[in-house]
């Protein structure tokens, strides 16, 4: 299975300001997801990313606010702008195994909004 | 669309075995399982594609009832390791992103 290295694990942070997080996998990968964990909650996918077009974005997310990037096949960043308290989360990148195989996660960015 | 599990949190004993079910409102084609300890990423644990497929590893084992849209998570006898918060997920859009379930938290005590 692939291995993803995401950066950073944790940051604490102003209100009004962005993070980018970071994302690079050890192979060639059509798609990228993006997940936010909120305190106590489930994953909840905020987008997909593709290499070479517009990320796709879920119910409830707009690019504005979580505008993604995924210039080459290994690699995507996520940013979290203009950042409030209820941003606080953990934020993780993940790929799919194929068809017969379980999703990879990276080992999450806890995110803390002061 | 999200698939509820239930129970949302069991304690056991060492050595006890529990039973962690998977609720769809939708079709589930496929059933995705993970753990997640406190602090970590989730981990993959298994995936049934089919519907009356039974799979598993170790004292973990999952079914996949694909009429009643539900999957099931056997743990026998429990370690002490299987402390964490289990998840099943399913595939929407043919493969294409995971949406996981509300979770379910294990705590294993000596």
């Known amino acids: 299975s692939a291995v993803i290295s995401q950066k950073p694990s944790r940051d604490i942070c102003q209100r009004g300001t962005s993070l980018t997080i970071q994302c690079q996998v050890d192979?060639?990968?059509?798609?990228m997801f993006w997940y936010r964990q909120q305190p106590g909650q489930s994953l909840t996918l905020i987008a997909t990313?593709?290499?070479?077009?517009?990320?796709?974005?879920e119910s409830g997310f707009v690019i504005d606010k979580f505008p993604i990037s995924r210039p080459n096949l290994t690699f995507s960043t996520l940013t979290v702008s203009n950042m409030s308290p209820e941003d606080s989360s953990i934020y993780l990148c993940?790929?799919?195994?194929?068809?017969?195989?379980?999703?990879?996660f990276g080992s999450g960015t806890r995110l803390t909004v002061v | 669309q999200q698939p509820v599990q239930s129970p949302q949190a069991v304690i056991l004993r060492e050595g006890e075995d529990a039973v962690i079910n998977c609720s769809s409102s939708k079709a589930l084609y496929s059933v995705h399982w993970y753990r997640q300890k406190h602090g970590e990423a989730p981990v993959f644990l298994m995936i049934?594609?089919?519907?009356?497929e039974q799979k598993g590893h170790d004292k973990i084992s999952a079914s996949f009832n694909e009429k009643k849209q539900q999957s099931s998570l056997y743990l026998t006898a429990s370690q002490l390791s299987y402390s964490g918060t289990y998840f099943c997920g399913t595939e929407v859009g043919g493969f294409q992103k995971l949406v996981f379930g509300t979770g379910t938290r294990l705590l294993v005590s000596p």
């Open positions: 993940s790929v799919s195994g194929g068809e017969f195989n379980g999703y990879t």
């Open positions: 049934l594609l089919k519907g009356g």
């Open positions: 192979s060639q990968v059509t798609m």
């Open positions: 990313a593709n290499q070479g077009s517009e990320a796709t974005y």
